[in-house]
C-alpha cells in the first residue's frame, strides 16, 4: 500500500494553482471540469511525476473549513513537504513574497519553517532526517 493521493482544502483554485505552480515550483497533473466552477485540480513534484498528488480541494463543507481555520488560528500546518536545505527554501520563497509564520528552525535532527500558502493553509517543510 502507498498513498497515491492527498488533498488540502484551498478558498480559491485558480489562486492555488497560480501559489503551488509558479511559486513552489509543483507541476499541473490534472485539470478536470467538476460541476459548474468546481476543478479535479492536482500538482505533482516535477522530481516524481507519477508520484503521489496533492488535490487543490475547494472548501466547499463548512466541516471542512471550521477544521482548516481552526488549525490556522492555532498555528498548526496541514501538510508537510520534504526540500532538501529549508533554509535555502526559505530564502527562496521569502524573496518570492511568501509569508512566513516560523523561520527555520532545528529541531532535532530535522529542520523545518512554515509559511502561509495564500489559499487558507500552513504549509511545513522540513529536511528529511540524515
Not at 483554485?13 to 471540469?33: C, I, M, N, R, S
Not at 498548526?76 to 535555502?88: G, N
Request: glycine share 6%.
Amino acid at each position: 500500500m502507498k498513498i497515491h493521493l492527498t488533498s488540502i482544502f484551498v478558498d480559491d483554485q485558480a489562486k492555488a494553482e497560480h501559489f503551488y505552480t509558479e511559486v513552489l515550483g509543483f507541476v499541473k497533473k490534472h485539470d478536470v471540469p467538476v460541476g459548474e466552477k468546481d476543478r479535479w485540480l492536482t500538482v505533482v513534484s516535477p522530481d516524481e511525476p507519477d508520484g503521489t498528488e496533492l488535490l487543490l480541494e475547494p472548501v466547499g463543507h463548512p466541516a471542512a473549513r471550521t477544521y482548516r481555520d481552526t488549525l490556522v488560528e492555532d498555528g498548526i500546518p496541514l501538510a508537510q513537504f520534504a526540500v532538501d536545505d529549508v533554509r535555502a527554501e526559505y530564502r527562496r520563497l521569502h524573496g518570492l513574497g511568501v509569508r512566513f509564520t516560523q523561520e527555520p528552525l532545528e529541531t532535532g535532527p530535522v529542520t523545518t519553517a512554515v509559511f502561509d500558502d495564500t489559499c487558507g493553509n500552513l504549509i511545513q517543510i522540513a529536511t528529511k532526517p540524515r
